[in-house]
């Protein structure tokens, strides 16, 4: 009745009404970006492509922080300093205190993701970051300083509030800056400039592991002082998100910001109808009922989204991701002494970086859905094939044939399930819901973080549950059951506007049939153009 109503009003309106100017120029955007090819695009919207990469490196930090917490736990320097003798002879933390400094950062990124969703969407993106850029500064102090583990705790959980900002912010306006063509790859960088995180970390440690001194452990904590500064440079003179601006009635904010985000001398591009498609799609959202709060996301069809949204990147946590995280503890625990453990975790980074431009050439071929779906089968089978070599006595061979499998595995993560997941849960929200959407997915994988940050130290602890590579039995299954709901419940939205998701989603169409159905909004449909979500759906 509602949407009867808001089609009766539109009606009423009188032929010179903005609306129907605007959903002609509309129209004329949403063909321009259904014809460019990924070359075209890129040379018509290459500012953005770069502005977007330079927002992105702010997610090179929770990489590399990530991975420097992980490490320590098999740095003998840091150890002695925060940890105590072990069983086993060498210096170690406690398990409880291992959980407890990976489970501070988890939870202050999901403080800081809560913020994000209230402050980007009223103070602007750029701003946002800034702040944090600055309160990043800040707190490496903290952890520089720390004098015992409880100082370190404290120094994670408030690294982890502006770390938690980056997670969705970059990710959010890569996607909103460039077009259809361009979008999975945009948004999968975030993924890239993650793993390049990792590999700096890795690098650096290797460099320093023979130091005997404080300096083995404060170098690393330092080294995040560096890129703060150039990033919050390069994000003061960035352009605001044009989506962002529309929702703010800025309309000639965001002609002014497209402007700086695209060649206006192409003919691929005319910002007056990119403002009017950004505008029509905006309308569409409100006359759907789509609010902007976080209850709003749990209401009517986008409570689909926010489901797909949420269990994307729940898979990333629960298919055994986690033990990544620990690469250089997991190689010394499976019995690699620690020069090459560090060359190991070195060597599995590197195959990051290598699967993230792999799944660049899959995305050309195959869409998001084959590539998530196909990347958690080989996952699963890969875990399995941990558990079962581990199961014998340990010797030397096992290790290595362990050690040799988390290669494979990272190769198979960072080209499918890794970077896709961030193509999939910026484009399933609605661009109203997006940024809070993308807040409750993220904050999602964290919860589950917190509980998988407490079990992966005890599954390697030789004093807790000792496990090793028999842990791979734990996340194989876990891996099965998240393939087996992205078999029925995501959707394929490759090389589909966020209008024409919109339109699908308020349909309700069926999981596979979003690569088919038609929406009226593309070249060579009717031409009678849709003026409010009730003709649309007629």
Known sequence: MEIEKSAAVHDEAPPHAPGLVASVEAQAALNKEHSMTPLQALKTYRKAVAWSILMSCAIIME?????????????????KKYGHLMSDGKYGLEAKWQA??????????IIGLFLNGIVSERFGYRRTLMICLAATVGFVFILFFAPNVQVLVVGELFMGIPLGVYQTLTVTYASEVCPVSLRAYLTTYVNLCWVLGQLIASGILKGLQNRTDEWAYRIPFAIQWVWPVPIFIGVWLAPESPWWLIRKDRQQDAIESLKRLADTSSPHFNPHDTVSMIQYTNALEQQAETGTSYIDCFRGVDLRRTEIACCVWAAQSLCGSGLMGYSTVFYQRAGLDLSMSFTMSLIQYAIGVVGTFASWAAMTYCGRRTLYVGG??????????????SIPVSSSALSWATGSLLLVYTFVYDSTVGPVCFSLVSEMPSTRLRTKTVVLARNTYNILNLVTGIIIPYMLNVDAWNWRGKSGFFWGALCILCLTWSFFRLPEPKGRSYAELDILFERKVRTRQFTTAETGLVEGAPQGKPESMAQVLC
């Open 376 to 389: 958690l089968s080989f996952l699963a089978c890969i875990l399995m094939a941990m558990g079962f070599i």
């Open 100 to 109: 407890a400094m990976t489970n501070a950062m988890s939870c202050g990124q």
């Open 63 to 79: 990489g590399y922080d990530v991975v420097l917490i992980g490490s320590f736990f098999g740095y003998p320097e840091f150890n």
